[in-house]
């Protein structure tokens, strides 16, 4: 096994997720086998039960776990599934030594971080390495070195390079060099001190990622090579770009892939980026452009929305059109009616998921915009229960219509709570979760999308459209055109209509830069066919 980490530090956010999975990238490219593993040093045992506004997306694995963002990220860059094991929390690895401390397997001796803590990390990963078949394991440490939480996980790691030997471990510390002053001048001190505290704990750096707006220039270079004591063709620069997707090509550009190879006495291998380049050449050459409007509650923090945003990224890469998106709280649109003339001027409407009342008016406003207008639309778990509350609501006359979510005593509840989530009193990681077989109704709009007559998709729920509307709201056009092995609804679709899909699941966590969910280029096809429309203006510039 051969173990790659990656730290940060100075600040968090500098984009250690993105420089793992260019890194696993880099590596798969050239047919190495590797798995990536990603450390959370919270306490929480997953990231469930956190709010979007602290921690952003909640990505769900096909095992059901609810785990961080970046694990989108590895699946996206890999395009590979990973399951649990690959995302590590200090709630995890404490839980699972207290358990076997309560089962006496620690044979009466005193539990103590090293070397029962530590030697549970090295023991995950070493079997999430075995169990992958894979030949490199990347390692990302979450936050930034001197953080107390991380400072097991590091241990753990020092003391895993030393055990697997020399050639078997790399270590690869991401930096920020700021640019600052009128000159614009870059600054090496935080990379100093960051690379300080990673020696003090026994760790050396092999390579330094070294983030900025612009690129280092060779003097700088120099400068951090010689304070940090790496080589110099070992300080990598990688500025800030268009795209996420450049980044394995920018690694590579610096001859990161033959330094990892001596590192790691990998085999000498051409790498393949055929696939890799024609997307982003597609991507680059955009002609075109369609906005697509996002109404949501989290808007602010557009990590939250990120499986979204980048699917429409592969869809860009696909059919080389720009997907500009404008982003709208839907607590805004409540307020402020004239905001919805603006959603109404887009090509294309979603509506992602969410939890609870707050925004729930602005959602239905949009959604009564894209049906009566003709707007393309997707929604999506959240935003297919409130197309549903929507449609009983204006198209059957059930003006008391919703979900027992948001009103416990509506006299229609079209959307209430699952049968086995009643009576439920812990809610981490008691959802509906994971991936579940989906099957569609034959000579439905989503199954020509899908082109087969099954498919298994990610969910996340605890509620769903209760199927004694179904008839009634096939009578009048919004038919079903998916249903789980057990009859649940996972989809509906307006019959006369453009574009109109709702799903239960989540399409955006299987959207890949080489293979695009087919319901969002389904939604950016309708886009552009909306343009086609004589009477159809050129879209508004993006908001930033």
């Known amino acids: 096994m051969k173990v790659l980490v990656v730290s940060g530090g100075v600040i968090s956010g500098l984009g250690k997720g993105i420089t793992t999975s260019s890194l696993g990238r880099l590596l798969k490219a050239r047919g190495l086998p ?32 609810e785990a961080d963002l970046d694990l989108g990220n590895y699946e ?40 029962h803590v530590t030697g549970e990390i090295k023991r995950t990963i070493r079997e999430v390495a075995e169990a992958a078949g894979a030949e490199v394991v990347l390692v990302e440490v979450g936050g930034t070195v001197g953080d107390i939480e991380s400072m097991p996980f590091l ?20 930096t920020l060099v700021p640019v600052v002053g009128p000159v614009g001048e870059a600054k090496t001190k935080p990379t100093q001190h960051s690379v300080r505290e990673l020696r003090a704990i026994g760790i050396r750096p092999n390579l330094i990622i070294a983030r900025g707006p612009t690129p280092l220039t060779p003097d700088i270079k120099a400068k951090i090579s010689l304070f940090c004591d790496v080589p110099p063709e070992a300080v990598i620069s990688v500025p800030d770009q268009a795209t996420i997707y450049e980044v394995p090509l920018v690694l590579e550009a610096q001859g990161v892939g033959p330094l990892l190879g001596r590192l790691l006495r990998l085999p000498e291998r051409e790498p393949d980026y055929q696939a890799w380049k024609e997307f982003l050449a597609t991507y680059r050459g955009a002609q075109r452009a369609v906005e697509i409007a996002v109404v949501g509650k989290y808007t602010e923090l557009k990590d939250a929305y990120l499986s979204h945003a980048e699917a429409f990224h592969h869809c860009q890469g696909h059919l080389g059109v720009e997907v500009r998106l404008q982003w709208y709280d839907s607590e805004d649109l409540a307020r402020n009616p004239g905001l919805l003339g603006r959603v109404e001027r887009s090509d294309g409407i979603l509506v992602p998921g969410g939890f609870g009342a707050r925004g729930v008016d602005g959602k239905i406003r949009a959604i009564e915009v894209a049906r009566r207008a003709r707007i393309p639309y997707l929604g999506v778990c959240y935003g297919f229960q ?22 416990p005593a509506t006299p229609e509840p079209v959307v209430s709570l699952l049968e086995e989530q009643k009576g439920l009193s812990d809610l981490g990681g008691t959802m509906r979760l994971g991936a579940q077989r989906v099957l569609l109704r034959p000579g439905s709009r989503l199954a020509g999308l899908y082109g087969q007559a099954e498919v298994w998709e990610r969910h996340r729920h605890r509620y769903e459209i209760d199927p004694r509307y179904t008839e009634r709201f096939a009578a009048h056009g919004l038919t079903v055109s998916g249903t789980a092995v057990d009859g649940r609804i996972e989809a509906v679709e307006l019959a006369d209509h453009p574009f109109f899909v709702g799903v239960q699941f989540h ?38």
């Not at 450390?39 to 776990?65: K, S």
């Not at 309708?526 to 086609?532: K, N, S």
Request: aromatic share 8%; charged share 20%.
């Open 386 to 407: 409130m197309a549903a509350v929507e449609f009983a609501r204006d198209v059957l006359g059930l003006g008391r219509a919703s979900s027992t979510e948001i009103d």
């Open 76 to 115: 996206r860059f890999l395009g590979q599934s990973l399951s649990g094991s690959h995302n590590l929390t200090t709630g995890k690895i404490y839980r699972a030594v207290i358990e076997k401390e309560r089962r006496g397997d620690y044979l009466g001796n005193t539990v103590q971080i090293i070397p």
């Open 34 to 65: 590797v798995t990536i593993v990603k450390i959370d040093p919270y306490l929480n045992v997953d990231a469930g039960t956190m709010n979007p506004y602290q921690h952003g997306e909640v990505f769900v694995l096909d095992d059901g776990t």
């Open 507 to 544: 399409p955006e966590f299987l959207s890949r830069p080489e293979s695009p969910h087919p319901l969002y280029l389904a939604l950016v096809r309708a886009a552009v066919a909306r343009q086609e429309v004589p009477s159809r203006a050129a879209p508004a510039p993006a908001v930033a």
């Open 155 to 174: 241990e753990a790691l020092r003391e895993l390079s030393y055990e697997l030997g020399e050639g078997h471990t790399a270590f690869v510390h991401t």
